[in-house]
């Protein structure tokens, strides 16, 4: 028992010791060093992240705050926010793939590249 809770107390420890942030058209938390946190990205709580329903950053993997004994109600259902890319085709239309990266573009579209 003592060792599931000084487990527990490292993940927390551990978890509060990052600093996380939201785009502000994001949909993901990210840590300071993702290629996603622009200069206009605020920093956020955990608690913060979990009340706007924010799912951790697949490029930079921050904590996740499940883990801390938190829950969205978008990640308690199992859901990931995805969206229509914001990329045009070469035929003019827009794009049809979903994607949940936090700046609205797929893996073909994405300007970051």
Known sequence: MKKYLLYFLFIAVAATAQRIYKT???S???LGS???VENVSEEISYQQAAELGLVP???????KYQSLGLTSSNTARGHD?????KGITKKGTRCKHMTSIANGYCFQHNPDK
């Open 24 to 26: 502000p058209s994001g």
């Open 28 to 30: 993901k938390y990210h």
């Open 34 to 36: 993702c290629r996603m």
């Open 57 to 63: 950053c697949k490029i930079c993997k921050p904590t």
């Open 81 to 85: 926010v995805t969206v229509q890319c």
